[in-house]
């Protein structure tokens, strides 16, 4: 470390305006037939995966950010799987551990994301910043990404875009010299327009298998035999089968629990215990004009079933499963001292 020569590189997606994306496009269109498929590559890799990446959450981001963010990084893992087993190539086994500010998170990291209210320069979008130690090729960590939300007015797909990206660049990739691949925009193209899906392409994929190989600084081309193209969502495959289950999986369990907003997890019980206590009154009623707690129970129960029938509509299983085992004991206990109650009553005029 003493000894090494620490350099710092930044690197940015611009924001290209549509108007001359349609002028560059017919350029791509001749190019296509004969031109070769270009990537550089970085100075530095990592020698270790799982990377620990944090979403800092600041006042210009949002939990649907982090949400995009983790799609960027679940792209990533997708691409590369789809990737290995199409070409049969030996690349980096890219998994991650997603962390978020004042959610889970823990100490040290190695990739860390957070978000910017304006553009940084010259309509720069996203910003990842790097240094790397050159003996070893190591990146110092933690690399910081920065992206902008434009006052938290961007949508998902931009944040999901961005990062993506970004996320390129951290995992050691520069630019692409082609605009588009053949079925969609290249990833690691300096500029996009940033409206539409886009995933990393075959030519992302294969310069992480060379820089991975210690091809350090260079200019990489796409092999003839591998098709320039953009890497889709599908084909991993199902729990049960071989994938890795600390990739992907773990992660995507994780999110279920970590993404719901921490103050939201926290009031909802308490806003549930009014229609729990309504529903406990209701019971209690039936329980004293059916003299009878189970029957109470099941008048309730229909109506709760019912309420909730109509509550579905713009809601969720996940939430309504939660509703019914929050506000199903309150039914039981307010039937049984009904039903009590009145077969108390009862057994009092019957005996007096
Ligand atoms: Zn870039």
Request: with cysteine; net charge neutral; aromatic share 12%.
């Amino acid at each position: 470390m003493v000894f090494g020569i620490k350099r710092k590189s930044l690197c940015c997606i611009l924001f290209l305006a549509v108007i001359s994306m349609s002028v560059s496009l017919n350029i791509t269109f001749v190019e296509a037939a004969t031109a070769s498929y270009l990537i550089d590559l970085e100075d530095f890799r990592w020698n270790k995966f799982s990377l620990k990446v944090l979403v800092d959450m600041n006042e210009w981001s949002t939990y649907n950010y982090a949400t995009a963010v983790h799609g960027a990084l679940d792209s990533w893992v997708k691409g590369i799987w789809n990737y290995t087993r199409t070409y049969n190539n030996m690349t980096p086994t890219f998994n991650f551990l997603f962390y978020v500010s004042n959610v889970n998170s823990t100490g040290s990291y190695d990739i860390i994301i957070s978000f910017s209210q304006n553009e940084f320069s010259q309509n720069a979008v996203g910003l990842t910043s790097y240094r790397w130690e050159s003996k070893s090729h190591l990146p110092i960590t933690p690399i910081m990404i920065n992206i902008t939300t434009y006052s938290v007015t961007a949508d998902n797909l931009f944040i999901k875009n961005v990062a993506m990206h970004e996320l390129g660049h951290a995992l050691g990739l520069g630019h692409a010299y082609s605009q588009d691949t053949t079925n969609g925009p290249e990833l690691m193209y300096s500029t996009s327009t940033m409206k539409e899906a886009v995933y990393p392409s075959t030519l992302d994929v294969y310069g992480l298998t060379m820089l991975y190989n210690g091809l350090f600084s260079q200019t990489i081309q796409l092999p003839l035999k591998v098709p320039y193209v953009m890497l889709a969502e599908g084909n991993i495959p199902s729990q049960d089968q071989t994938f890795p289950k600390d990739i992907l999986y773990l992660i995507t369990n994780k999110l279920e629990v970590f993404f719901t907003n921490p103050q939201e997890a926290l009031y909802q019980p308490i806003i549930l215990l009014v229609p729990s206590m309504l529903l406990m009154i209701i019971a209690l009623i039936f329980g004293l004009l059916l003299r009878s707690g189970s029957k109470a129970t099941l008048a309730s129960i229909t109506i709760l079933i019912f309420a909730n029938y109509i509550a579905l509509i713009g809601s969720n299983l996940t939430s309504l499963g939660l509703i019914i085992i929050l506000l199903s004991p309150s039914i039981l206990i307010g039937a049984s001292i009904g039903g009590f109650i009145s077969y108390k009553i009862t057994r009092r005029s019957i005996d007096s």
